[in-house]
């Protein structure tokens, strides 16, 4: 049986729309494929930023476990010897690096303390050798010792002084034991001190 032009045409119509429908249904899938994979990003992103939350609680929660001890000040009046041992006890509470512990010494300097870290290349102000060797030099023990040796040969009355207290402060200067405090005075261990008297000899003089 021979088919009519017509027929043709429609049975050529009928196999284009189910390739159509067939195209469709391929191209519905893509789509249905590309949304499942956006929402797993989606989800994805949300988990991360749910991870990036915990771990930040966690990581202030760790911060309030851990005791944190306020830094200390240092202006070169007091003993460099005692100020070192308290400074040391801090950074080990607070778990300081040496290169935070470096940063922290220099921000806790004042005074005349401060003024000497110009002589410190830039370099080397995170370096906490080298500021503490140099804090040892300018304000240790030996140091001390020196200062007091020098008021000692300079030391002159001044105007409206009368000869007592000229005479206690020369006093102070020659005795061995304005140096130290003797061991096991009040439960603390020898250590070096400086009256602040002397102090203010020293600014007071020429």
């Known amino acids: 049986m021979v088919k009519t032009r017509s027929q043709t045409k429609v049975a050529e119509n009928a196999d284009l729309l189910a390739l159509l429908a067939e195209m469709k249904k391929f191209v519905d899938a893509g789509h249905e494929e ?36 306020k830094s200390l000040t240092f202006d070169g009046r007091t003993s460099w010897t ?12 607070n778990g300081w690096t040496d290169r935070l512990k470096a940063s922290q010494l220099v ?13 410190i290349p830039a370099d080397k102000l995170t370096d906490l050798t080298t500021i503490e060797k140099a804090l040892e030099s300018s304000f240790g023990d030996s140091h001390l010792t020196k200062f007091y040796q020098i008021e000692q040969k300079t030391r002159r009355q001044k105007p409206g002084e009368s000869l007592q207290v000229l005479a206690a402060d020369v006093e102070l200067l020659m005795s061995p034991g304005i140096r130290r405090v003797p061991s096991g005075c009040s439960g603390q261990p020898s250590s070096p001190v400086l009256p602040q008297r002397l102090w203010q000899l020293s600014y007071s003089n020429p």
Not at 82 to 93: G, L, N
Not at 107 to 119: D, H, M, V, W
């Open 82 to 93: 005692v100020f070192k041992t308290q400074f040391d006890v801090v950074s080990s509470t």
């Open 107 to 119: 921000a806790s300097l004042r005074g005349s303390a401060a003024e000497f870290l110009q002589g």
């Open 34 to 69: 590309i949304r499942s994979m956006r929402a797993g990003q989606e989800e994805m992103k949300q988990e991360m930023r749910s991870g990036q939350e915990r771990m930040e609680q966690v990581q202030e929660e760790m911060k309030n476990l851990i005791p944190t001890v």
